[in-house]
């Protein structure tokens, strides 16, 4: 019922004065304005979309309306968006380290550089596991990792957050291997390790932190330089108790339509990111009780800050051997 009022609720239901306030902006939509999930319902880019649709309804008085289009690890959705009429009215949500490795994995013609960014939140990568499976540490999980090899990892996918870190613990540690269980997004793989359908899941903490204070799933690690304090858990420690060497980058989530949208359109969102949403209480509530960082970027600063991530997730997959091209011809240096 909650997802229904998220995606359907326009200003004038919410009795909001919605021409008032689109009236002060370059831009106002006609018509109700889509904004493409590439992944299943109850993911981190599901639900922080829906949280950005409802500001966005607010701001501008015209339904925002999310569609989840999964499939092929994020670009189905991501490729509809792209090749949408560039009038405003079609946007994408997602993670930007996935944009920006599309190329590199070889599953879609496109880069950072081709879309026009605007960020709400950062997210940290996590590993936890069935409170069944016998692992109660890290320690314990990498040992299984490095000595059996076949324990199942549940993730979103070829490119998905979760993926990353497991490829990362890969490569910090020696004789690392697992079995991969690829799901249509993240909530999908939450809930199939809720399930016991495989003992370990690595994804986001925005994606477990319910099932972490229902006890359904124990954090084993946050993939960050610190620990993090999960509200309603407690504290969650830091892989580098274990793996001092494994990368910590942000991982920046948002909007963005391709280039070639109307200057007006652009100009509006800017405004809407520069008022509404640095003062956003709703999207800082979100961040607050799933443990992300509240980053209203947009622009070159939200461009620079996520290539430190593109960077080092494109050369992991390059090392690890599943990249498609090197990333140095699509113009992704080393870090």
Known sequence: MKRRHLLGASAATLGLPALVRAQSYPWRPERPVTLIVPWAAGGSTDQMARVAATELEEALGQRFVVVNQPGASGSIGTRNALQAAKDGYTWAAGAAVDLGCYRVTGLLDTGLDDWNLFFTVANVNTVSVNPASGFRDFGAFLQALQNRRDVAVATAGVSSAGRNMMESIRAAAPGVNYRHATYDGGNPAVLAAVANEVPAVAQLLVEMAEMIRGKRLVPLAVQS?????????????????????????????????PKGTPEPVLQTMTMVWDGRFKESRRVQDYAEARAAVFTPLHGQAARDAAMVMVRQTAWLYFDGGSARVSPDTVGIPRL
């Not at 620990?227 to 858990?233: D, E, F, R, S, V």
């Not at 793996?243 to 948002?254: I, M, R, S």
């Open 225 to 257: 330089d610190r620990p993090i304090t999960l509200q309603g858990y407690g504290e969650i420690p830091s892989i580098h108790r274990w793996l001092p060497n494994v990368p910590a980058p942000l991982n920046y989530f948002g909007l963005w339509a």
